[in-house]
């Protein structure tokens, strides 16, 4: 059985459809500041990982995060 993700909330989630082996890269953006401590960028909660469906060998990942990080699939990052 597949369950489909109710993405109805607030925040924008970034979705993204991986294969088996293939990878997301989670990094602080351009145009963050270096010396800005790790807890500013999480003073709004944690980022949120949601498998939103799976199909065969493929999966659907839900990403709710902080716009000052950067989320890339790793074959264009």
Do not use: K
């Amino acid at each position: 059985m597949v369950q489909e993700f109710d993405p109805i909330q607030e925040a924008i989630m970034l979705v993204l459809t991986r294969r088996v082996g293939e990878s997301v890269l989670i990094f602080p953006s351009e145009q963050l500041d270096p010396s800005t401590p790790i807890s500013t960028l999480f003073e709004d909660g944690p980022i949120q990982l949601t498998l939103t469906r799976v199909s065969g060998n493929q999966a659907r990942l839900g990403i709710v995060a902080p716009m000052t990080l950067t989320i890339a699939r790793e074959e264009v990052a």
